[in-house]
């Protein structure tokens, strides 16, 4: 049975706020109803009979023009109810003025759809307009608007269920969306860390090289540890391995910054100590504080391969696998 929903004029004092996205079952929903003369207009006099599923009433706002409706649009708004035939200039390259349901006036009533789409971007919208304007109102809905309603067709029951379907409707394309979006800054974060994790340099090696990452953070493809090797003119093969404290993005960044001193370092023909100095002080000027430490690991394999010089800064030492061997035993750092 129909019940009285309360209706507020562009007068009337807000309601409590709360994100359009939020629902908010005690007190129903409430719709912004845009129209050029309440008063005479049949939308208004229909608007207040409506129920949603719930049982209560819709509470209902109207407004005669779009400086009325910015002031009446606060977030405990959920839905807008826009009539296409609403008269009155509109902005915008190539509008105007005008009313009726005439072809040559859809651009301009249309520009009104997309001023209230820019206005309430995450609100939900349906368009009213004419039975014998089809073709307006698909367009409305192609533009942006939720769904379009036929004022001759126009009941509270109708309304009632449009109003909570095109809320429903918007809340999925705005979960949608933010979806989509962090799904593209992951898929570019990815991209960016596949991007600083480093390219070995062995050509003219014998060797081979094989790394398996797994950093702590969850979901990250790069953390706090780094790792390199490269080969210099002479034929040696440098591999490094370092452990930046933490396991943060900061901490993965300098692990990075390390990673690459040390290949330009090593290409510079630093080794042993100098190198290690030249690094701390990098570490020193790029760490966010003083209590963050990295430790490393560097190996200097001879251009024979028969032998191999070990440094450790910290970091635990290497293990070093035979081929003819089941096991493996602990490097001692002495080559």
Same mark, same amino acid.
């Given at each position: ?86 008269? %009155? ?237 089941? %096991?493996? %035993? ?6």
């Amino acid at each position: 049975m129909p019940v009285s929903a309360r209706q507020e004029s562009a007068e009337a004092a807000p309601v409590p706020s709360f994100s359009p996205g939020a629902s908010d079952a005690g007190d129903g929903l409430a719709l912004l109803v845009i129209e050029d003369d309440p008063a005479d207009s049949a939308v208004p006099a229909s608007v207040p009979r409506l129920l949603d599923t719930g049982g209560g009433p819709v509470r209902v706002r109207t407004a005669r023009n779009l400086t009325e409706a910015r002031r009446l649009l606060t977030d405990d708004v959920h839905c807008i109810l826009l009539d296409l035939n609403l008269s %009155g200039p509109v902005s915008g390259p190539g509008s105007g003025g005008g009313s009726g349901s005439g072809g040559a006036d859809v651009p301009d009533q249309l520009e009104i759809l997309r001023q209230v789409l820019r206005m309430a971007p995450r609100h939900a919208v349906l368009a009213l307009t004419d039975g014998a304007d089809a073709e307006r109102a698909a367009a409305a809905v192609r533009v942006g608007a939720q769904d379009y309603l036929f004022r001759d067709e126009l009941d509270g029951r109708l309304l009632s269920r449009a109003v909570r379907y095109a809320v429903e409707r918007k809340r999925a394309d705005l979960a949608q969306r933010q979806l989509t979006e962090t799904r593209l800054r992951a898929q570019e974060n990815a991209r960016l860390e596949r991007g600083l994790l480093p390219r070995p340099l062995l050509e003219g090696s014998d060797l081979r090289f094989a790394a398996r990452y797994r950093p702590g953070r969850s979901r990250a493809l790069l953390g706090g540890d780094f790792y390199d090797t490269v080969r210099t003119a002479d034929g040696t093969v440098h591999v490094m391995i370092g452990d930046v404290c933490g396991h943060g993005p900061d901490e993965a960044a300098l692990g990075v910054e390390l990673r690459i001193a040390w290949r330009a370092l090593t290409f510079a023909g630093l080794c042993g100590d100098e190198l290690l100095g030249t690094l701390q002080r990098v570490l020193e000027h790029e760490r966010a504080s003083e209590e963050i430490f990295a430790t490393l690991c560097t190996v200097d394999i001879a251009p024979d391969g028969r032998s191999a010089g070990v440094c450790l800064a910290g970091h635990p030492a290497p293990l070093v696998a035979d081929a003819d061997a089941d %096991g493996g %035993g602990d490097g001692d750092g002495t080559g």
